[in-house]
């Protein structure tokens, strides 16, 4: 079965950092792009960036973009987002999402069930 | 604001006909998937490649392109069927993606 399973959110100060996780089962990373997507409070979907198959190529929201880094480790069949500076409008939860494609984006069809991050003073 | 642009609310009887709308300039070069979201659950992909149906998406929606407008219909809406639903496109400059703001559905 494929599986998404988030994890590392929590309360962060406004200037701080966190790395989230999305823990893969099911297939390999390196077959899919693979996404992050955020959700803040009572909003809409946002998405935020993507890795391709083979890691060589990413993607940012402008909104994110040199603050946000994506990555993944094939070995710990893992995807990440490290998330620097961040500011209050980054409060949200965050899914990670596997991609049909394995180079950019067809469609997102496997979610996890998110996992949320709080920036507060 | 997003680049993709969706009526907020729509509402439709039950077993009727329901055309969910999707408008941005990237639309005219590039297809639009659709995503479903119902209250406390994550996003579901319900139409990709402008009108494929994932596995296990009911033959009752589809997805239709015209212009700078693509279009998810829900042909005999059902109850279940009362969600968010999401455009998801490219941006009209870079790689980068962008999601409509979503339009919510009422199934009367």
């Known amino acids: 079965e494929v599986q998404l399973v988030e994890s590392g959110g929590g309360v962060v100060q406004p200037g701080g950092s966190l790395r989230l996780s999305c823990g893969v089962s099911?297939?390999?990373?390196?077959?899919?792009?693979m996404h992050w997507v955020r959700q803040a409070p009572g909003k809409g979907l946002e998405w935020v960036s993507l890795i391709s198959g083979d890691g060589s190529t990413t993607y940012y929201a402008d909104s994110v973009k040199g603050r946000f880094t994506i990555s993944r480790d094939t070995s710990k069949n893992s995807l990440y987002l490290q998330m620097s500076s961040l500011r209050t409008d980054d409060t949200a939860l965050y899914y990670c999402?596997?991609?049909?494609?394995?180079?950019?984006?067809?469609?997102?069809?496997?979610w996890g069930q998110g996992t949320t991050v709080t920036v507060s003073s | 604001s997003s680049e993709l642009t969706q009526d907020p609310a729509v509402s439709v009887a039950l077993g009727q006909t329901v055309r969910i709308t999707c408008q941005g300039d990237?639309?005219?070069?590039?297809?639009a998937s659709w995503y479903q979201q119902r209250p406390g659950q994550a996003p579901l992909l319900v139409i990709y490649?402008?009108?494929v149906r994932p596995s296990g998406i009911p033959d009752r929606f589809s997805g239709s392109s015209s212009g700078s407008t693509a279009s998810l219909t829900i042909t005999g809406a059902q109850a279940e069927d009362e969600a968010d639903y999401y455009c998801n496109s490219r941006h009209s400059h870079g790689e980068a993606l962008v999601f409509g703001a979503g339009t919510k559905v009422t199934v009367l």
């Open positions: 490649d402008k009108n």
């Open positions: 099911g297939f390999t990373l390196d077959d899919y792009a």
């Open positions: 999402a596997k991609d049909l494609d394995t180079y950019y984006y067809y469609g997102m069809d496997v």
């Open positions: 990237s639309l005219r070069n590039y297809d």
